[in-house]
């Protein structure tokens, strides 16, 4: 069976193919009483819609939500939310070669063995506008997470070779690249036209900072906050790689330098240093969350790459259409929203660990 649905009490199932009549997700265990509107939503779906720079798909696709259900007078109802974003810039034709031949570097292959029946046009549901109805249902995880104090910023750490040196907040929505070094942008630019002009493409890594998580989320075993982080963040079809905290490099670090020392302060207790990433156990430690994601380079170039046939036949294949040279930018919010459906599943699980909390939430109803 397919699995399309994220979550244990906050759920998001999502639905849709790219040249289908539309896409969108469903939202179940969403509590009564958030002000919720389209507006709300749209504002991440314009982050990760084509057509925004040169470095991006040429489609043109407005990407507007529309909230069917789960909403009455500006205020969540406590019932399901359906999303829906309608596709209207289609091109199906552009795929026609590819009908009967395997992408390299897409699902075509693993599609076919695994159910016997693909759509080619753009990948169905292994397309990158899957990521629509993940982004509609983060923002309204993210606004949950706002109204308790939880702040996000995501950014591009790196694309190809080029790797921010510097961090300005302000600068990330200045580019095209939605990096916190202007440097840095212009030259990834300067890197992605080579690319461009070589018919090839670049990968890049996207760094999630969260903060003003409580300590006490995620669990000591199988539900490790990390590893739910990670498995929400590693589902992104184009992500390869997930870090938290040092990641990778804590292979290289002694205990000395990797263990975070505690201190104690007027607010209470608080790390002196961050290489855990703001999870240890497993479990949020109330410092900040640093995530970061892997991002392969494009898989559809233009330049001629060895594939097979459904036959089994061998063939030279070029990719043709409307594709973004790299994934990275769009799928920054892409990682944000991931981020926030776990984090905000978390937070409702987490409620019910003490039994005197259940005692005081239910006593305080009876007073």
């Given amino acids: 069976m397919n699995k399309s649905t994220f979550g244990r009490q906050f759920t998001v199932t999502t639905w849709g193919e790219s040249h289908g009549k539309a896409l969108g997700a469903v939202i179940d265990g969403c509590p009564a009483g958030l002000p919720l509107a389209e507006d709300d939503i749209q504002k991440y779906l314009d982050r990760r ?5 040169r470095y991006t798909t040429a489609r043109k696709e407005g990407d507007l939500v529309e909230i069917l259900s789960g909403v009455f007078e500006g ?12 596709n209207t810039d289609q091109r199906s034709r552009d795929y026609g070669n590819i009908a009967c031949s395997y ?10 063995r695994k159910y016997g029946f693909r759509d ?17 249902a983060g923002a309204v995880a993210a606004k949950i997470l706002g109204s308790l104090g939880v702040t996000f910023c995501t950014y591009t750490k790196s694309i190809g070779p080029v790797e921010a040196k510097e961090f300005d907040k302000e600068e990330i929505i200045r580019n095209a690249f939605y990096m916190p070094d202007k440097n840095a942008a212009d030259e990834a630019g300067v890197y992605l036209e080579k690319c461009m002009k070589d018919q090839d493409s670049a990968g890049g890594v996207i760094e999630c900072r969260i903060q003003g998580v409580p300590a006490g989320l995620g669990s000591p075993v199988f539900e490790k906050l990390d590893a739910v982080l990670a498995q929400a963040v590693m589902s992104i079809g184009a992500v390869k790689a997930v870090e938290v905290g040092e990641g990778m490099n804590a292979a290289n670090l002694n205990g000395s330098t990797d263990n975070d020392g505690f201190c104690a302060g007027e607010n209470g207790i608080f790390k002196t240093s961050n290489h855990a990433g703001g999870i240890m156990g497993g479990i949020s430690d109330g410092s900040e969350i640093v995530i970061r994601a892997a991002v392969k380079p494009t898989p559809s170039i233009s330049r001629p790459q060895d594939t097979v046939t459904d036959k089994g036949e061998n063939i030279s294949l070029e990719i043709h259409g409307r594709h973004d040279p790299v ?17 905000t599943d978390a937070l409702f699980t987490n409620m019910s660990s003490r039994l005197e909390r259940i005692k005081e939430f239910y006593g305080k109803q009876s007073d």
């Fill in 49 to 53: 819609k084509p057509g925004q720079s």
């Fill in 75 to 86: 205020m969540t109802t406590g019932t399901p939310i359906s999303l829906m974003v309608r």
């Fill in 103 to 112: 992408r390299p570097g897409h699902a075509d292959y693993t599609f076919d």
């Fill in 120 to 136: 080619y046009r753009g990948g169905g549901r292994s397309s990158g506008r899957e990521t629509i109805g993940r982004v509609a």
């Fill in 327 to 343: 994934i990275v930018p769009r799928a920054v919010v892409v990682v944000e929203s991931m981020c926030a459906l776990a984090l």
